[in-house]
């Protein structure tokens, strides 16, 4: 089973704390044995055009990369301490709990990020931003879905459509987002 989603399939809606919009993509329960939340797994783009605080997510995890601009700055609000994590190409990316007090500062204008949210006591999450790093995550992915930047669409497949998905975006591996799935 392949699926694929675009821009007209996306829902527009406001973050969770009000401060800004996001795009989501997909969200669904891919493992059927654990709903006691509203999704297991979700993607999702949002803008970023001012420096905000983001919505914590306390019963996800969390991964974040550019989309689109210049990048931004992740600053973690630690007890003792801060931390300043800097994602400023499209290979970068930071994995987080959605319990961390996390502020995001733009660098050099407003730009676009590319989400990932999962629950972690129904699945486990890989990703790759370069097309030498798919096998890993192939071999012990129950699902596979492939985010193009350029034509922001999106494909999912189960573990037998995993190898005609690739060949499907053979043209265009710069610009991939892979994301493997595995039920926990």
């Given amino acids: ?3 694929t ?3 007209k399939d996306y829902i527009d809606m406001p973050w969770k704390n009000g401060l800004g919009t996001t795009k989501e993509l997909y969200k669904n329960h891919l493992n059927q044995k654990n709903k006691k939340f509203d999704y297991d797994f979700r993607l999702s783009i949002a803008t970023l055009s001012t420096p905000t605080p983001f919505s914590l997510f306390p019963e996800y995890k969390r991964i974040i990369l550019l989309q689109e601009g210049h990048g931004f700055i992740l600053r973690k609000n630690l007890v003792s301490s801060s931390q300043n994590i800097i994602i400023d190409n ?3 990316y930071h994995e987080f709990s959605g319990t961390e007090k996390i502020d995001v500062e733009l660098i050099d ?3 676009l990020d ?3 949210f999962w629950n972690p006591q129904a699945l486990n999450v ?3 931003t370069q097309i030498e790093n798919l096998e890993s995550i192939k071999s012990c992915s129950d699902y596979l879905f492939v985010f193009n930047r350029q034509t922001m669409e999106l494909s999912l497949s189960d ?3 995993q190898s005609l998905l ?7 591996k710069q610009s991939l987002i892979f994301i493997g799935a595995v039920l926990q």
């Avoid at 690739?166 to 265009?172: K, N, V």
Wanted: glycine residues 4%.
């Fill in 114 to 116: 590319f989400n990932i």
């Fill in 5 to 7: 989603f675009s821009k």
């Fill in 109 to 111: 204008g407003p730009c």
């Fill in 166 to 172: 690739e060949s499907l975006h053979e043209r265009q």
């Fill in 1 to 3: 089973m392949i699926k």
């Fill in 159 to 161: 573990k037998e459509e």
């Fill in 90 to 92: 499209f290979h970068l």
């Fill in 126 to 128: 890989k990703i790759a």
